[in-house]
């Protein structure tokens, strides 16, 4: 299957590139390499020097102030600086971490985004892309970037061997060893791959889409509800290994 890499170089190739990309997922190694990737073509290989670059980084512990993004707006609607060996100036803004957008902030970026500098690329990342206000994330095309846990992965490939009773009577390990989400993650990025696969052969998609959905919801669940029983969640998400 053609990679994300890949598929980025041949829009850039082609000029038929979005204005505002958003890369999600947990391989954040890869993210950085197609950030790298657009900007040094688009702003030579010093990108972070460029004056047509800028980035802001969100945290937990310190999220993306309203602030900085009027900031970042007025540096964007600024013409692009001509540098040299760049033939067509634009400007690129990167955005990390933008679930850690501030509420007030929000609304200031989606304007931006509604009604977008001229010659103005927007890159963004997250981990989970249903951190992401909804609004926003219909504003970016998107991309996902995944790798798979060691742990995880070996967890998952001996789950799947087993039967439902096997599995079930696994969960109190996986509790115990914190590997229940890990497992549950790369169970669904199996899923989502036979679903793929399904499209593309144009075979009957409706069990495999059913079972996606079932278990992203149940690991919605286990992530988001801290009151939720992971034994008996657990045991639920078995049904669709």
């Known amino acids: 299957m053609r990679s994300q890499i890949a598929y980025i170089n041949e829009q850039l190739a082609s000029g038929l590139f979005p204005h505002a990309y958003l890369f999600f997922g947990n391989d954040e190694s890869e993210k950085e390499r197609a950030i790298a990737l657009i900007a040094r073509r688009l702003l030579g290989g010093n990108f972070t ?3 047509n ?15 900085m993004i ?20 634009v400007s690129i ?25 001229k010659n103005c690329i927007f890159l963004a990342t997250t981990a989970r892309l249903d951190g992401v206000l909804p609004t926003l994330r219909s504003r970016f095309a998107k991309m996902r970037f995944w790798k798979k846990h060691d742990a995880a992965n070996e967890t998952f490939n001996s789950l799947s061997r087993k039967s439902l009773d096997e599995r079930i009577a696994s969960i109190r390990e996986l509790i115990e060893k914190n590997q ?17 696969e399904k499209i593309y052969s144009g075979e009957q998609i ?16 286990l992530l988001f509800d801290p009151t939720i029983q992971k034994k008996i969640l657990g045991e639920y998400a078995m049904f669709f290994i």
């Open 49 to 51: 020097a460029s004056y």
């Open 53 to 67: 670059f800028a980035a802001l980084r969100g945290t937990r512990e310190e999220h993306i102030s309203i602030d």
């Open 70 to 89: 009027r900031s970042l707006r007025s540096s964007l609607f600024l013409k692009p600086f001509i540098e040299e060996n760049i033939a067509s100036p």
């Open 93 to 117: 803004a990167v955005i990390y971490n933008i679930e850690y957008l501030s509420r007030d902030a929000s609304p200031v970026l989606l304007k931006i985004l509604e009604e977008p500098p």
């Open 180 to 196: 229940l989400e890990l497992a549950m993650r790369d169970a669904i990025s199996e899923k989502e791959e036979k679903l793929r």
């Open 206 to 221: 409706n069990i495999t889409r059913n079972e996606l959905e079932r278990l992203t919801a149940a690991y919605n669940q």
